[in-house]
T-cell receptor, first 112, second 115 residues
């Protein structure tokens, strides 16, 4: 069965330090993978996507993610957190022949 | 492009009343999705359309919920009668293609409160 697991429901980092949000997926085929961000009281916005091209994907606002097939992971990273990064982040799997699957989300807190 | 447009942004209604949420997808997108987001259940896909035709409504919680897409530029989600447990944020999203790498574009959501 297809699934996506975001390993942390909450992550807290200090401003200026690196961010790591973890995502693991299960899919029978090579899926498309996405990260979305949701700021408070806003809709979801696409951060980046992987579609079987380069395994390291760069997104908006300095975020990037690396697709690791052997680990079935698609972790989101950013070298230096900014206060404006405080939001909820969703990892999304779109298997080739199945429904889109959203992770339960990781709330990122930025400490001053 | 203006993006996905939803109205109203906020709706407060009393239990038993009919509620209609509206969505205008991005022009040219042939898929439209309705989601519900709550603290308890997270983001849930309710129903999606392809070329105005409902494809999968297995996420619709019960018969009180119905959705229509009379044309390519307009969709409604109706709850009749509404109940307090329907309180949530409802999102509409559209995309160029469901099966593939095309991402979904989300509207700002409608926050529904049923008292």
């Amino acid at each position: 069965a297809q699934s996506v697991t975001q390993l942390d429901s909450h992550v807290s980092v200090s401003e200026g330090t690196p961010v790591l949000l973890r995502c693991n997926y299960s899919s029978s085929y090579s899926p498309s993978l996405f990260w979305y961000v949701q700021h408070p009281n806003k809709g979801l916005q696409l951060l980046l996507k992987y579609t079987s091209a380069a395994t390291l994907v760069k997104g908006i606002n300095g975020f990037e993610a690396e697709f690791k097939k052997s680990e079935t992971s698609f972790h989101l990273t950013k070298p230096s957190a900014h206060m404006s990064d405080a939001a909820e982040y969703f990892c999304v799997v779109r298997p080739r022949d199945d429904k889109i699957i959203f992770g339960k989300g990781t709330r990122l807190h930025i400490l001053p | 492009d203006a993006g996905v447009i939803q109205s109203p942004r906020h709706e407060v209604t009393e239990m038993g009343q009919e509620v209609t949420l509206r969505c205008k997808p991005i022009s040219g997108h042939d898929y439209l999705f309705w989601y519900r987001q709550t603290m308890m259940r997270g983001l849930e896909l309710l129903i999606y359309f392809n070329n105005n035709v409902p494809i999968d409504d297995s996420g619709m919680p019960e018969d009180r919920f119905s959705a229509k897409m009379p044309n390519a530029s307009f969709s409604t989600l109706k709850i009749q009668p509404s109940e307090p447990r329907d309180s949530a944020v409802y999102f509409c999203a559209s995309s160029l293609s469901y099966r593939g790498s095309y991402e979904q574009y989300f509207g700002p959501g409608t926050r529904l409160t049923v008292t």
